[in-house]
């Protein structure tokens, strides 16, 4: 069954994600976010034709396209690859971007755990 999860956040939440996530590479993006600006993730399952079947939920045969206010801005992101146009990224290099940031960022600020 298809989700969506929302999560809702101010411009100075958009504008940093996006520019940890190397989006602002994308043409037009190194500005500040617009009013109603938002990031749209999707992840894609090898094969899928929207028809139902058994979900494999191993990250190796999904994908992930990201969306900055509609447009596609895939190719721009850590770990993704460059070719212009590329819309679409393997989620486990995406990942392995992501939680490398995430260790950097901990590492840097001296972070021991992550308040919950």
Request: with cysteine.
């Amino acid at each position: 069954a298809a989700r969506l999860l929302l999560y809702s956040g101010h411009d100075t939440v958009v504008a940093p994600l996006l520019a940890a996530l190397g989006g602002l590479r994308a043409p037009n993006a190194c500005r500040w976010p617009p009013y109603a600006s938002h990031l749209v993730f999707e992840i894609w399952e090898e094969g899928s034709n929207g028809g139902s079947h058994h979900h494999n939920h191993h990250r190796e045969h999904h994908s992930v396209r990201v969306l900055f206010n509609g447009r596609v801005v895939t190719s721009y992101l850590s770990g993704c690859d460059r070719h212009p146009g590329a819309e679409y990224c393997s989620l486990a290099n995406f990942a392995k971007a992501v939680e490398g940031l995430a260790a950097e960022f901990t590492y840097k600020c001296g972070l021991s755990a992550v308040p919950t």
